[in-house]
């Protein structure tokens, strides 16, 4: 209990700290923006304005995900974080092609940017936010698991080359390159499209009860081998949902034992296996063996 506890505050705290990172970049972009004309500016805006709208999602179904299971949901509510996840490809997809749409615009007809000294200094705050937000964000998917921070932590990786793209593009600029504001742009949407669709690949896996990693189920197997007097473990089958795995195995036990030392070695196999992977909910079914 302890444990989902500590999880929950970590996954609380990751998505508010995208959240509150999301509306500090729309605010110093749209400033950036507005001096320069920048179609590479304008792309950072528009992909943190969606950040903001996607990291305020991302808030809400963590909440949600975290409630404990009731009569309704037995298996609790971490699903609704691999919606979120969905949920944040949408906003990520919308934003890749605004951005494209607006690159190949400027690429046709292209334009001087302006104060890019500010436009310099904007990327730079970004990227530094950007970075911390990460570090912060796999560090709590390590300890979690949770879907919908990494979908969030994909999303602000894509975000991490955005920026210094646009920084790049806003240098280049400086210098007369002025079609590589708009190139650029192009490329960035073509990647943060791409983002959408690994993001959309890994909420699908979770929606449909994908198999945990086929080294994890060999490991669990062996475990449950290691227990003193199973003679057998098969059929195990596995899924996720938000931060709990869910396991179920079957085990040969000897066909002589009672009904009590046959629940004890069942559980005795539950425990060995939370031991290593405290995020389990493990199942086991008793089949005697002559």
Not at 53 to 66: D, P, Q, T
Not at 160 to 175: D, E, G, R, V
Not at 242 to 262: C, I, K, M, N, Y
């Amino acid at each position: 209990m302890n444990l989902s506890r500590e999880h929950g505050r970590l996954m609380r705290l990751a998505s508010g700290a995208a959240l509150a990172t999301a509306l500090v970049l729309i605010a110093a972009k749209a400033f950036a923006w507005w001096l320069s004309g920048s179609v590479s500016l304008l792309a950072g805006l528009t992909d943190s304005l969606l950040d903001g709208a996607a990291s305020l999602l991302n808030l809400i179904a963590v909440n949600y995900a975290l409630r404990p299971a009731d009569e309704d949901h037995r298996y609790g509510h971490g699903k609704a974080e691999a919606l979120a996840g969905l949920g944040q490809a949408v906003f990520i997809a919308i934003s890749a092609v605004l951005v494209g749409i607006r690159g190949f615009e400027r690429l046709q007809d292209p334009q001087e940017i302006t104060a890019t000294g500010i436009g310099v200094a904007v990327m730079l705050l970004s990227l530094g936010m950007t970075a911390l937000l990460l570090v912060f964000q796999r560090h709590v998917v390590k300890v979690t698991g949770s879907t919908a921070i990494r979908a969030d932590s994909l999303h602000y990786a894509s975000d991490l080359l955005l920026n210094t793209s646009i920084l790049a593009a806003l240098l280049l600029a400086a210098y007369g390159w002025q079609r590589a504001d708009a190139l650029f742009g192009i490329a960035i949407a073509a990647y943060i499209l791409w983002s959408a669709l690994t993001i959309v690949r890994e909420s699908a896996a979770v929606l449909m009860d994908k198999e945990l990693p086929l080294e994890i189920s060999e490991r669990m197997t062996q475990l449950a081998l290691n227990v003193p007097g199973v003679l057998g473990a098969h059929d195990l089958r596995t899924r996720m949902s938000g931060t709990r795995w869910f396991v179920q195995l079957h085990l040969d036990l000897p066909a002589s034992l009672s009904l009590h030392e046959a629940h004890d070695k069942c559980v005795a196999v539950e425990q060995i296996i939370r031991e290593e992977f405290p995020r389990a909910e493990v199942l086991v079914h008793a089949d005697p063996q002559h």
